[in-house]
């Protein structure tokens, strides 16, 4: 009788025993096939070509093929939304940018959970955001174009991708800083939006340093600000907001990395120290200087966290005051 009674307790020791021991095989073995990345824009944008550095280093590292996978739509969640339901094995990661975010703002069904859907692995660059007008407009600092906004309310036009991006939201932040008004005209991509800031159809564009360099350079805009800590080396004549006493409008996209939730602690902690590694690579630093951005070194998985869960706290407040309302 005592033997009937213990023999169902073994059976679940036994049990508990080896799917452990599994779990632990299969972290140890990781990666034994290819692992994907998940990319939420498309192929040849900034974002997309760093990210495929970074593959190729991690596949030297890892000893298998790290693939690219290009999700592009609805602000980057198809490729979050992949990335979320796939297996917890380290086999999809995602590389993203601060709209992962923005998600719970502009849509009232996501399929996934934005406080536990992801586990960060590391921050990896910024793409510093510099605010512009056209070439023709008679500003040449931000305090004159706060003066010239405020003299023609609701006459000036500010471009954006398109509504809810973060161009859209890091724009309104500067219109709720500083009291202006401005009109937003939305675009359908940054290459519109660009196009029609040099021709003048709109007159402002707070957007990435390298959409906005090269026409600073040749005079076809005129950079006023930047947001970034302190001046850059690209353009070391423009101030910084934090310069001219608004640091609360400061505002800088980031870019990192995530793996789905519940993926193995041995998995997860070998990923960020691979990350660590190759971020720290001068090629590495060389290819996202090329892209015009910086790298944010160390870009740890609690800086990512932390990071992210106060920008999910930050943007409803933000989309309230400037009417932006989920689809």
């Not at 902690?269 to 290819?287: C, F, H, L, N, Y």
Request: hydrophobic share 45%.
């Amino acid at each position: 009788m005592k033997i009937m009674k213990i023999a169902p307790i073994l059976r679940c020791i036994i049990t508990a025993g080896m799917t452990l021991l599994a779990n632990q095989v299969q972290a140890q073995a990781w990666p034994a096939r290819p692992v994907s990345i998940v990319v939420p824009l498309s192929g040849g944008s900034a974002i997309d070509v760093i990210s495929r550095h970074i593959g190729v280093e991690l596949s030297r590292r890892l000893g298998q093929p790290v693939i690219v996978d290009n999700k592009v739509g609805a602000s980057g969640n198809i490729g979050a939304a992949f990335v979320a339901k796939a297996p917890a094995d380290g086999y999809t990661a995602l590389i993203t940018t601060s709209n992962l975010s923005m998600a719970p703002v502009l849509s009232t069904s996501l399929p996934w959970n934005p406080r536990t859907a992801f586990t960060p692995i590391g921050m990896l660059f910024t793409g510093m955001m510099a605010l512009a007008v056209n070439a023709d407009l008679p500003v040449k600092t931000l305090p004159e174009l706060i003066a010239y906004a405020n003299k023609n309310p609701g006459m000036l036009n500010y471009a954006t991708p398109g509504p809810g991006s973060l161009h859209h939201f890091a724009t309104e932040l500067v219109v709720q800083t500083t009291g202006i008004k401005l009109v937003h005209v939305p675009y359908k991509g940054l290459g519109p939006a660009v196009i029609d800031l040099i021709g003048g159809r709109v007159q402002i564009g707070y957007m990435s340093l390298g959409n906005l360099i090269e026409h600073h350079k040749s005079g076809r805009v005129r950079i006023l600000v930047t947001s970034s800590d302190s001046r850059l080396p690209q353009t070391p004549e423009v101030p910084t907001l934090r310069e001219l006493g608004l640091k609360e409008a400061e505002i800088n996209g980031w870019v990192g990395m995530f793996l789905p939730s519940g993926t193995p602690a041995e998995v997860v902690t070998r990923m960020r120290r691979e990350i660590a590694e190759i971020m720290k690579m001068p090629s590495t630093q060389g290819v996202i200087a090329a892209q015009a951005a910086l790298p944010i070194l160390p870009g740890t998985a609690e800086q990512l966290g932390n990071e992210y869960m106060a920008e999910l706290d930050l943007w409803p407040r933000i989309a309230a005051k400037a009417g932006i309302k989920p689809e």
